[in-house]
C-alpha cells in the first residue's frame, strides 16, 4: 500500500477509543518471540470477532494515541535460528514458526511526528494459528493462551468450521489402502520436525522424536489433522494418496506441472507430477536447474559460490501453492523455471 492509503487507515485506528481484540500499538519494541505470539493471538481474534484485518502498530503511544515513532525496522531485522545455523530475516522466521501460515504484511510509513511501522494480520482461515505450537488469543487488550480459554477456542473452531473446505471432508470408500506408504512415512518425518521446532532443549527433542515414533498412523495423521478420526479426507488423498487413488477427487485433476523456458521463452516438454503432493514437492524441486552462481559480499573481493535459489523458499512456496490451491477451479499448479527466475502460480 502507498503511503497515503496506510496514512488513512492509521488515521481510521488513532480515532478508536481504546485498544481492543484486533487492535495493539506500541512504541519502540522488537521482540521477535512476542511478535510471533501476537500474530497468532490477533489472527485468531480477528476470524472470532469477523474482523477483516488486526493490526500491530509500533511508534504510537499505546495510552495517549500520540505518534512518537519508532526506530523498529522489520525489514531488516534478524532472528537467530532455533537451529543454530545462523541468523534469518524475521520475516521469513515469524512464517516459518506460524502454523497454519500465518497472513500478515509489514507496512511503513513516514509520518509527520516519526516513521510508524504498521502489521497487517488476515484472520485465521482454515484453523487457529499457533507460533512454536501455541495458539494465542485475545481478550480485551489481553493477549493469553487459546487453550485457557475453552469456550473462546469452542466459538473459534465453531466461526472457522462455517467455512466450506472441499479438501477437508471425508472421502466415501477410500481407506488406508489408497495412501501411499512412502508418503506416510514422509509425513511423520515433517510432522516430528514440527513438533520440535524452536525447542532449543536437546533432551527435550529426542523425547518428542521418541513421543511422535511411538504414534499409529492413525494417531499421527489424526493429530496433523489431516484425516479424521482414522477416515480419509481429499487433503490424506491430496498429500499422501497412491497416484491411482486420484480418481477418487474426480472431477478435481490434481497435478503439479513443471515447465521450463529458454532466454526466448520457448517452452519444452513439461512434466506433470501427480499425487501424493508431498512427495511430489520434492520430485518437481529435482527438476529444477538450480546453479551455482558467484556472489560477492560486501567487503570482499573474493566471490562465494551460492546455489541461485535457496531451498527452502522455493520447497515453502511449492508448500504455499499446495495448500491455498482452489482445486474446485479445475487448473493445476505451476512451476514455471525462465532463465533467469521461477514463477509459481495457482489458482485461488
Known sequence: MRD????????????????RATLEFKSNWDHAEVIGEYISALANAAALEGHERAWLIWGVDDTTREVKGTTFDPFSQKVRSDKGS??????????????????????????????V??????????????????????????KVK???????????????????????????????????????IAARQRYTEFCIRGEPDARRNEAIRAEVAGLS????????????????????LLLLGKDEAAHFLSPVDAK????????????????????PF????????????????DHLPDGTLFPTPVQQYDAWVVREALHNCVAHQDYLLGGKINVVEHADRLVLTNLG
Open 278 to 293: 508431498l512427495l511430489a514437492t520434492d520430485r518437481v524441486f529435482g527438476r529444477i536447474r538450480n546453479e551455482t552462481v
Open 86 to 115: 545462523g541468523n534469518q530475516a524475521l520475516v521469513m522466521w515469524l512464517q516459518y514458526l506460524t502454523q497454519p501460515r500465518a497472513d500478515f504484511h509489514f507496512h511503513e510509513l513516514s509520518h509527520p511526528n516519526g516513521r
Open 4 to 19: 497515503t492509503t496506510m496514512l488513512v487507515v492509521l488515521q481510521n485506528l488513532l480515532t478508536q477509543s481504546r485498544e
Open 117 to 142: 511501522v504498521l502489521l497487517e494480520i488476515h484472520p485465521a482461515r482454515s484453523a487457529p494459528v499457533a507460533f512454536k505450537n501455541v495458539r494465542y488469543i485475545r481478550i480485551d487488550s489481553h
Open 217 to 236: 498412523d492413525v494417531t499421527l495423521l489424526n493429530k496433523a489433522r489431516i484425516t479424521k478420526q482414522g477416515r480419509i479426507t481429499r487433503s490424506a
Open 256 to 275: 503439479i506441472h513443471w515447465i521450463s523456458r529458454d532466454a526466448n521463452s520457448t517452452s519444452s516438454p513439461s512434466y506433470p507430477f501427480g499425487i
Open 146 to 184: 487459546l487453550a485457557e480459554q475453552p469456550d473462546k477456542e469452542a466459538r473459534l473452531w465453531a466461526q472457522l468450521g462455517l467455512k466450506e473446505d472441499w479438501t477437508g471432508e471425508v472421502v466415501p470408500g477410500a481407506t488406508w489402502s489408497d495412501l501411499d506408504p512412502e508418503a506416510v
